[in-house]
């Protein structure tokens, strides 16, 4: 038979084979006993070269050569033709030990082909396959003991049934495999009373439930240690805990789900996931109240929704809503409560995102684009290097409750596709800046440090630069603001205008288009729109006098709180207009043959409410 034990095998009886055939099997001249081995090198069973069996527990053999009427126990010789046959026979303290082929089991007995006290070992090459009613194995109401070890296959199909299912039962379990596949169910449903279970596997596939359900109680002690080269379901998750099995270690090169999260559901338990690669439908990990879980190796998410998680690898997408979160490297990191720490690497669509809880982040750009942040609740806390020469989105802080404390150095910039302007806006909350920030968009009306829209902006030993000099550090446009400058204090490279504090009325720069007829239509807030039109090309003969004559109609007005400039009167083919006061608005209802581009905008005075220094200089780097 293929791959079975020939005592003929074993001729010289002077010398000691430490390898025959298989490597099964060792030979010991001192006394004369062939020693069998399982896959991990304990022995199964001795017997003499002579043939005769020492008894320290049976082996039944089976094969597809075999005959199960004339099967013998012990008789390497008469193999069992079906794990049935040989299952019937088998006592408890027995293995069955299964040589290489194909075998189909029949049975719908509810233990499928276990038995209570009895081992299984499978030879390579070995292939289980299971369509009729139940499992391949249960124990459910073993008392004794039961392993499976070896390389074989197993494959369930067709109907309902796991490969393994163990239920409350008060002993350890082994399960050794090469490949196994359920199609209408789990592979392995699994609950101890506090005993251990070691699984070790190549591959496992479930396309009707989860690879590893774990169906035990609250606080039933288990521990299960798991290693595999993959584990995959296409209809579930791969690994899931119903209720606890108190510690869960996993070791596997890839746990994939491609119907839901991978590994779901840690529930009251210690687990610890060493895995390279593991991928589900939006997150890889999702954990419940749990005793600790850590993570490591490379995931598309977490999803971290109660216990302490410690990870050390990179998500894609990293989601705490509860609980405690701490290391790794994130891409797209979301935090709506608990406390999450961990290191942001993002890009032009990588959106750092707080509405609850407190996140310690530690910023890693170094690229063509900077990311978003958006605060609207919680509290953020930020730091590293945002460098980006293109920015795609800013940090925004709108939230009564939300706050940004940043210690860093953003370097800030974009293209005129990028509709962002301003490094940060604040709307509603607090924003406490510390460190270095840099707005590099040039000739930008609204490329500043901080557009304060509201809440409360507090300066500390920051640096605000802008690279437009008619662009405050800061603008507010709505009202006069108060900010809180600390000791720690304020430099800014713009003096112009009366400095960071003053206000700053809006300007535009009015170019005109053609040597035609020139209007424009302004409003100051005060009260109807007032038009200011010339036509006479003739008296006007160039675009220059057409600018000039421009300026006089708006500064002849009596009521408009609007004032025209030019740099070079009867030279210049434009002019300026601007609000005479912070207060006044300046609106351009209408225009004909001129193009309009704003210089500032109406930014209302800031108040120094609590003190330290600002110094400004445009030397300031």
């Known amino acids: ?314 998500a894609t997408r990293l989601l705490c809503s509860n609980g405690t979160f701490d290391g790794g490297s994130i891409s797209y990191p979301t935090v709506t409560g608990g406390q999450a720490t961990f290191t942001w690497f993002g890009s032009y669509d990588n959106t750092l995102s707080v509405s609850g809880g407190v996140a310690y982040v530690t910023a890693t750009h170094n690229n063509s684009y900077a990311a978003p942040v958006s605060v609207t609740g919680g509290k953020l806390y930020l730091t590293g290097n945002i460098l980006g020469s293109q920015s795609y989105g800013n940090m925004v802080v709108n939230g009564a409750t939300a706050e940004l404390i940043f210690n860093g150095t953003f370097i800030y910039a974009s293209t005129s596709y990028q509709p962002y302007y301003s490094a940060f806006v604040l709307t509603a909350g607090t924003l406490r800046l510390t460190g270095h920030i840099e707005n590099k968009i040039p000739n930008n009306y609204q490329a500043t440090c901080v557009l304060l829209n509201g809440g409360n902006l507090i300066l500390d030993r920051v640096t605000l630069i802008t690279a437009t000099p008619y662009c405050p550090p800061i603008i507010n446009p709505t009202s006069a603001k108060n900010i809180r400058i600390y000791a720690g204090g304020v430099s800014t490279n713009r003096s112009e205008n009366g400095g960071l504090l003053a206000a700053k009325p809006k300007e535009y720069k009015m170019t005109i288009n053609a040597h035609s007829q020139v209007s424009i239509t302004l409003n100051d807030g005060s009260g109807a729109n007032e038009v200011f039109a010339e036509n006479q090309t003739g008296t006007y003969y160039t675009i220059a006098l057409f600018a000039q004559r421009m300026a006089q109609l708006i500064n002849a007005s009596a009521t408009l709180d609007i004032t025209a400039t030019q740099d070079n009167p009867g030279v210049d083919t434009y002019f300026y207009i601007g609000a005479d006061t912070n207060a006044a608005a300046c609106t351009i209802a209408a225009s004909t043959n001129l193009t309009s581009l704003l210089l500032v905008d109406n930014s209302y005075l800031l108040t120094d409410i609590i003190g330290g220094t600002i110094i400004e200089n445009p030397n300031i780097i």
Not at 109 to 115: D, F, V, Y
Not at 160 to 181: K, P, R
Not at 231 to 251: D, F, K, M, P, R
Request: net charge neutral; charged share 10%.
């Open 1 to 314: 038979m293929s791959g079975a034990i020939n005592y003929t095998h074993v001729t010289d009886t002077s010398a000691d084979f430490a390898s025959v055939a298989n490597s099964t099997y060792f030979y010991n001249k001192a006394d004369k006993l062939v020693r069998f081995k399982d896959s991990t090198g304990a022995v199964l069973e001795i017997f003499s070269a002579s043939g005769g069996t020492i008894n320290n527990g049976r082996i039944l053999y089976v094969a597809t050569t075999g005959v199960d009427a004339t099967g013998a126990v012990g008789n390497m010789a008469k193999p069992y033709l079906t794990l049935e046959a040989a299952q019937t026979a088998a006592a408890s303290g027995d293995v069955i030990y299964v040589f290489p082929g194909t075998y189909v089991l029949t049975t719908v007995a509810s233990s499928g082909i276990a038995k209570n006290g009895v081992s299984y070992y499978f030879e390579p090459n070995c292939v289980v396959t299971k369509a009729t009613t139940g499992s391949i194995f249960n124990t459910t109401g073993f008392t004794t003991g039961f392993n499976v070890y070896g390389y074989a296959t197993f494959t369930k199909t067709a109907t309902a049934g796991t490969i393994l299912t163990t239920s409350v039962n008060a002993f350890d379990v082994s399960f050794e495999a090469l490949d196994v596949s359920c199609t209408n169910d789990h592979c392995f449903t699994l609950s101890l009373n506090s005993k251990t279970g070691n699984f070790k596997l190549r591959n496992a596939t479930s396309s009707g439930g989860m690879v590893f359900n774990f169906i035990g109680v609250y606080t039933n002690n288990d521990t299960y240690n798991i290693t595999a080269n993959n584990l995959t379901s296409t209809s579930s998750h791969a690994i899931y805990q119903n209720q606890g099995v108190a510690n869960l270690n996993v070791n596997a090169n890839v746990v994939k789900s491609t119907a839901a999260v991978a590994v779901a559901n840690m529930y009251y338990s210690y687990n610890n996931f060493n895995i390279n690669n593991c991928v589900g439908v939006s997150y890889g990990y999702q954990t419940s109240t749990n005793y600790g879980t850590t993570i490591n190796g490379t995931t598309n998410g977490i999803y971290n929704s109660n216990g302490p998680t410690s990870f050390n690898g990179t």
